[in-house]
Structures are given as structure tokens and as C-alpha cells.
């Protein structure tokens, strides 16, 4: 069993900074891309930002700058440093996995974090 635990959301107000937290855990675990992506009320789940295994990262153009992605392997622990943050921001961040276990490719999401930014 993969699971994964996210942590860091809250209320901030804007101009402020969070950090997000997911790290997964399971036996057998080999972790590949890593991400972050966020669903606003009545909005598609869009990517924000992700990260393969040798630390390329990508992200959407409206965090570009403000958002840092980042990873520790030996942790299998991906992080999310928000600054500069807008009251758009505002949305349920999801971590999600892609991993090998014992030879089968999978995925994984997180529960789900509430991050709101008041203006």
C-alpha cells in the first residue's frame, strides 16, 4: 500500500508564503515525477508545478517566479514553497505520485490541502 500525507495548507493573506509537504511511503517504493496540482470551486484540476527524479521541474505560467518545487529522495517527500501568494491561489492543492512498485508503474493522489488566500 502507497500513501501519501500532505501537510502545510492554511489561510494566508496575500503577499504571504506557504509551504506544502507530501511524502509518500510503501515498501518497495521507487518514486519518478513528482507534482503539485490545485482545484479551485467550479475550476478544473490544473497542474501547478512538478519535478522529475533528477530534479527538472515545470510549472505553470501563473506561479512561474513566486513558486519553487523541490524534492528529497531519500525522504520520498516533495515540497512546495508558494510566496507572493494571490488570492487566485486560492484552492484545494493535491499531490500526486508516479512510482514503480515492484515492477508495476502506478499513481498516487493525495488527500488534498486547503491553501486560501484573503486579500
Known amino acids: 500500500q502507497v500513501q501519501l500525507v500532505e501537510s502545510g495548507g492554511g489561510l494566508v493573506q496575500a503577499g504571504g508564503s506557504l509551504r506544502l509537504s507530501c511524502a509518500a511511503s510503501?515498501?518497495?517504493?521507487?518514486?519518478?515525477?513528482m507534482g503539485w496540482y490545485r482545484q479551485a470551486p467550479g475550476q478544473q484540476r490544473e497542474l501547478v508545478a512538478s519535478?522529475?527524479?533528477?530534479?527538472?521541474?515545470n510549472y505553470a505560467d501563473s506561479v512561474k517566479g513566486r513558486f519553487t518545487i523541490s524534492r528529497d529522495n531519500a525522504k520520498n517527500t516533495v515540497y512546495l514553497q508558494m510566496n507572493s501568494l494571490k488570492p487566485e491561489d486560492t484552492a484545494v492543492y493535491y499531490c500526486?505520485?508516479?512510482?514503480?512498485?515492484?515492477?508495476?508503474?502506478?499513481?498516487?493522489w493525495g488527500q488534498g490541502t486547503q491553501v486560501t488566500v484573503s486579500s
Open positions: 510503501g515498501n518497495g517504493l521507487s518514486i519518478n515525477a
Open positions: 500526486n505520485v508516479l512510482y514503480n512498485r515492484y515492477g508495476f508503474k502506478d499513481e498516487r
Open positions: 519535478i522529475t527524479r533528477d530534479s527538472s521541474t
